[in-house]
């Protein structure tokens, strides 16, 4: 019972290097999402994307972040030359997609079952 | 707006006792979506439960309980009989119609003391 895989668990980088996150979605998901989350707050949506697609980049800070889901492989959250405040929890959640858990319409209605996340420590 | 409160930082209770953590969102849409998921200390978040606008009636699940009131447009969450191992934090999220993200609150911790 595979569910959302994300790797590494732990990421140490030194300013300015670059950091790449990864994240398998649960079998039979073609949406993920990713959330940060800072030190004693909430978690705030990043990015949603679909296979080959981004389809909400709202949340991602307009530099130095970028997010992909290839059509084969892990989806891969990459942070370029990385300062302190990045030092965060990274969440990766996915979902089935529209209309499959009886929603209307919108992924935002599906169930979005998270992966273990990544903490990024920026030296 | 949309928003999620939750007006609960940390509660500390016996094991046995009854508690509930609140949750009051903010939203203009007439169809969405709440969440509650558990974040223990090993860190990962897992589902608890998703309820639609639409559906007003409480769920029970075990120990767990859900009001949800559109009235007052509050989710609350409650545990009956607590438990140590009910111990994490808790985080209550919305989700409007046609929207692709949830929106969270900022999670009230939980310690249940043996």
């Known amino acids: 019972n595979a569910g959302v895989m994300q790797n590494p668990r732990h990421l140490v980088r030194r300013r300015g290097q670059e950091a790449r996150l990864r994240c398998s979605p649960m079998?039979?998901?073609?949406?993920v999402y990713w959330y940060r989350q800072l030190p004693e707050e909430g978690l705030k949506f990043m990015v949603y994307?679909?296979?080959?697609?981004?389809?909400?980049e709202s949340g991602m800070p307009k530099e130095r972040f970028s997010a992909e889901f290839p059509k084969e492989g892990p989806s891969i959250l990459r942070i370029q030359q990385v300062v302190r405040g990045d030092s965060a929890a990274y969440f990766c959640?996915?979902?089935?997609?529209?209309?499959?858990?009886?929603?209307?319409?919108?992924?935002?209605?599906?169930?979005?079952?998270f992966g273990p996340g990544t903490r990024l420590t920026v030296l | 707006a949309q928003k999620v409160t939750q007006a609960q930082t940390e509660i500390s209770v016996v094991e046995k006792e009854d508690v509930t953590l609140d949750c009051v969102y903010e939203?203009?849409?007439?169809?969405?979506?709440l969440f509650w998921y558990k974040q223990p200390p090993s860190g990962e978040l897992v589902f608890l439960i998703r309820?639609?606008?639409?559906?007003?009636q409480n769920e029970i699940s075990g120990r767990y309980s859900w009001n949800f009131q559109k009235s007052t447009s509050s989710f609350n969450f409650t545990i009956t009989a607590s438990q140590v191992v009910d111990s994490a934090v808790y985080f209550c999220?919305?989700?409007?119609?046609?929207?692709?993200?949830?929106?969270f609150g900022t999670g009230t911790r939980l310690q249940v003391f043996p």
């Open positions: 959640a996915s979902s089935p997609g529209p209309g499959t858990s009886g929603g209307a319409a919108g992924a935002g209605t599906d169930t979005q079952y």
């Open positions: 079998k039979g998901h073609s949406h």
């Open positions: 994307l679909q296979k080959e697609n981004i389809i909400d």
């Open positions: 939203t203009r849409d007439t169809t969405y979506y």
């Open positions: 309820r639609n606008s639409f559906d007003e």
């Open positions: 999220a919305l989700s409007p119609y046609n929207t692709d993200k949830l929106i």
